[in-house]
C-alpha cells in the first residue's frame, strides 16, 4: 500500500475566540478554546498568560478585604480607602497603611459598596447603617444617622449611587423596593429640600421584586432588581423623572458585577452575563448573552456561590472580570470587540484569591488578597510562579473518518524566555495526555537580535520562541495542550501547526 501524505492543520492566533464549554466539543471552530487557564485574549487576538500581582499595602487588614474604593478629593488628590473586617483603612501611594476608623458594631464582614460625592466618602452595607467619611465638614467618620437626616424609620440601607448632584439609595430595613434620594448637593439629607423617594411597587409589572443596584447612564437612572431592570428618563431632576422602560423577566443577581463601559453596562443575571444596551434594543429577556459560549458552567458556579461575587471593567487591558470566591476563580471577559453571535471572548483566572477590586484614574487595577491590598502586573503572583493553560479544541485535520498518526507540531511562542513549557497531546477525546517538557533560555533580544520586520510586534525585546515536537498518537481527532509555567515573563501562543499522516477509513 503506497505511504499516505502528510497533511496539516495550521492555527493561527490560537484561542482567538476564547473558551467554548457550551457546544459539544466535537463540534467547535478550532479557533475556540476547551481549556483557557490563567490567560487572557491579548492585543493582537492571541491566547497568553494573564498577568500576575504584587502586594502593595505594608500591613495585614483585620479580615478579608471586599471594598477597596478611590476617592478624589475637591483639592484633585486621591486616596484610597479600603475595609477588611471592623475597619477602614487609607493606603498612601507608598503602600502605607493607617487606620481610619473602627466600626463599633461592625457588619459580619466587609462587603461594603462606595461612593463619593462632593468631597465625601459613602460607604453602603446590607442591614446597616451608612458610614460616612465627611471631610468637607471635618466631621471625620461617622454613621449617617448622626447627620440627623435620614428618611423616617431607616436604619439600615444596602446599597447607594452618587449621580445628578444627589446620593441615591435603597435596599433599606423598611423594603426592598423603594428608592430615597437626598436634597440637592446634599448626600445626608433625605427629609428636606428637594428629597424624596419613589416605592416601585406601584412600577412593577409582573409582581413584586428587589431592588439590587443602583447605575447612572447616559442621563437615566437605572434600577437593577432580581427579575426587572427599570429605567427612568429624566434622572437629573428627580422630582419630574418618569419611567422610560421596563425590561422584565431578567436582572441582576449579584450587587457588585454591575459596571460600566463607558457604551454600555454589563452585569451579571440568572442567564449569564448580560450588556444592557443589548436588552434595550431587544425589548425582552433575549436567548444571547455575552458569556453564551460558557453560560452553563458560569451559572453552575454562580449557583453554587455562598460568597460575595466582585467585579471589575479594566479599560486599559479591555476586560470584564467576575469572581467565584469559593473556588478562587475568576472569569475574564475580553471586550475589544464581540464574537459574530454577539458573545465576549472568555478565559478563566485561578491560583490566586481575587476578592475585590478598584481601577483607579491612574489606570492602576488594585486588587484585594486576602487581607492586603495588591496591584495587578508583573508575571508572577506575589514572586510565585503560576501555570498558564490552553488546550486546543478537537481537531480532525478536514477528514473525521480518517485513521491518522499524530508525527509532528511546530510552535510559535511570543516571549517565555526562561519558562518551562508542557506541550500534552492525546486523541479521540481522551484525557490520558502524553508530554513533552521543554524550558526556553533566558533572552532579552529578538530574534537573530534584530526588530523582525520593524514592527511592534517583533521589535528588539520581544523573544520569538519556535519549538518543534515528535508526536506519537494514533486516532481520529487529536486535541494539544500548552501548560507554561509563569515565573516572570510574558508568554503568547503565535501559531500552531500540527501534522499528521493519513490512514484508512474507518
Known amino acids: 500500500m503506497a505511504a499516505s501524505p502528510l497533511s496539516s492543520v495550521s492555527i493561527a492566533a490560537p484561542g482567538f475566540f476564547g473558551l467554548n464549554t457550551q457546544e459539544s466539543s466535537v463540534n467547535i471552530k478550532q479557533n475556540f478554546a476547551l481549556v483557557a487557564n490563567n490567560a487572557v485574549i491579548d492585543t493582537y487576538g492571541r491566547i497568553g498568560a494573564r498577568k500576575g500581582y504584587f502586594t502593595f499595602s505594608d500591613t495585614d487588614a483585620a ?54 460625592f462632593n468631597g465625601d466618602a459613602y460607604f453602603f ?17 461617622v454613621d449617617m444617622s448622626s447627620f440627623g437626616a435620614m428618611p423616617p424609620g431607616i436604619t439600615q440601607v444596602g446599597i447607594g449611587l452618587s449621580a445628578y448632584g444627589r446620593v441615591w439609595m435603597a435596599r433599606t430595613n423598611l423594603n426592598k423596593t423603594t428608592i430615597y434620594w437626598s436634597d440637592t448637593l446634599n448626600g445626608t439629607s433625605f427629609n428636606t429640600g428637594t428629597a424624596g423617594s419613589i416605592d416601585l411597587e406601584n412600577v412593577f409589572t409582573n409582581g413584586t421584586d428587589e431592588i439590587v443596584h443602583l447605575a447612572a447612564f447616559n442621563g437615566f437612572l437605572v434600577i437593577f432588581c432580581k427579575k426587572t431592570i427599570i429605567i427612568y428618563a429624566q434622572a437629573r431632576e428627580a422630582s419630574t423623572m418618569y419611567v422610560e422602560d421596563i425590561i422584565d423577566g431578567v436582572g441582576c443577581i449579584a450587587r457588585d458585577t454591575v459596571q460600566d463601559i463607558g457604551s454600555d453596562i454589563l452585569f451579571l443575571s440568572d442567564t449569564g452575563v448580560r450588556s444592557l444596551g443589548r436588552l434595550i434594543q431587544e425589548k425582552s429577556a433575549p436567548m444571547r448573552d455575552i458569556s453564551r459560549n460558557v453560560r452553563d458552567q ?6 453554587g456561590e455562598g460568597g460575595i461575587i466582585k467585579s471589575a471593567y479594566y479599560e486599559k487591558e479591555a476586560f470584564y472580570l467576575v469572581t467565584i470566591p469559593s473556588l478562587q476563580k475568576v472569569w475574564c471577559f ?5 464574537l459574530e453571535d454577539g458573545s465576549f471572548r472568555a478565559t478563566t ?25 495588591s ?24 477528514a473525521p473518518s480518517n485513521f491518522k498518526m499524530l508525527k509532528d507540531v511546530s510552535f510559535i511562542f511570543i516571549g517565555g524566555w526562561d519558562t ?40 528588539p525585546g520581544v523573544v520569538i520562541n519556535k519549538k518543534n515536537i515528535t508526536l506519537s498518537k494514533t486516532g481520529n481527532v487529536f486535541q494539544l495542550g500548552v501548560e507554561a509555567t509563569i515565573d516572570g515573563s510574558p508568554l503568547s501562543v503565535q501559531q500552531i501547526d500540527i501534522f499528521v499522516k493519513g490512514g484508512r477509513t474507518v
Open 63 to 116: 479580615d478579608t478585604i471586599y471594598c477597596i474604593h478611590e476617592h478624589v478629593n475637591k483639592n484633585g488628590t486621591t486616596t484610597v480607602y479600603f475595609a477588611g473586617g471592623d475597619t477602614f483603612y487609607s493606603l498612601a501611594t507608598n503602600g502605607v497603611v493607617t487606620v481610619e476608623h473602627t466600626d463599633p458594631s461592625p457588619p459580619s464582614n466587609s462587603n461594603w459598596q462606595a461612593a463619593s
Open 125 to 141: 452595607h446590607e442591614n446597616h447603617m451608612p458610614v460616612v467619611n465627611d471631610l468637607t465638614g471635618a466631621t471625620g467618620w
Open 298 to 303: 458560569l451559572l453552575a458556579e454562580v449557583a
Open 334 to 338: 475580553d471586550v475589544r470587540s464581540a
Open 349 to 373: 483566572w485561578t491560583s490566586a484569591s481575587f476578592n475585590s477590586f478598584c481601577v483607579t484614574r491612574s489606570r492602576k487595577l488594585l486588587i484585594g488578597t486576602s487581607l492586603r491590598v
Open 375 to 398: 496591584e495587578y502586573g508583573g508575571y508572577t503572583d506575589n514572586n510565585n510562579p503560576y501555570t498558564m493553560s490552553y488546550y486546543t479544541a478537537h481537531l480532525d485535520a478536514g
Open 420 to 459: 518551562t513549557v508542557a506541550v500534552k497531546w492525546d486523541v479521540d477525546y481522551g484525557s490520558n495526555y502524553a508530554s513533552k517538557v521543554f524550558s526556553f533560555p533566558d533572552s532579552t533580544s529578538g530574534e537573530f537580535g534584530v526588530g523582525e520586520y520593524g514592527i511592534a510586534e517583533y521589535s
